[in-house]
């Protein structure tokens, strides 16, 4: 299964985004699903979480400014950015913690962790 992330692009400072990560298979349960950001030269660092209980976490520099959210039915979890800062520009992951899921092909899986592909976020000053 993969984690298909889209809704990144390239925005003026102040603007905002919403990023989405679209699980191509059925989650049946998870610990916790997270955004993580990668700015150039820099290292992957935790942005995010929400938990199978619906509670949201948040690194500090963006408290206030991005919401975590998650649509069970369509399988996908939300990063709502506002009031973005050129800091903010980054490539953005989504990750799945301990989650068990079905293939398209009707297959159970459980994972300790997956990986989607990133989403570039840009913005400008």
């Known amino acids: 299964v993969q984690l298909q992330a889209s809704g990144g692009g390239l925005v003026q400072a102040g603007g905002s985004l919403r990023l989405s990560c679209a699980a191509s298979g059925t989650i049946l349960r998870f610990n916790a699903m997270d955004w993580y950001s990668q700015a150039p030269g820099k290292e992957r660092e935790w942005v995010a979480s929400i938990t199978s209980g619906g509670s949201t976490d948040y690194v500090d520099s963006v408290k206030g400014r991005f919401t975590i959210s998650r649509d069970n039915a369509k399988n996908t979890v939300y990063l709502q950015m506002s009031s973005l800062k050129p800091d903010d520009t980054a490539v953005y992951y989504c990750?799945?913690?301990?989650?068990?899921?079905?293939?398209?092909?009707?297959?159970?899986?459980?994972?300790?962790?997956?990986w989607g592909q990133g989403t570039q976020v840009t913005v400008s000053s």
């Open positions: 990750h799945a913690d301990n989650w068990v899921y079905t293939t398209p092909w009707g297959d159970t899986v459980a994972e300790r962790e997956h």
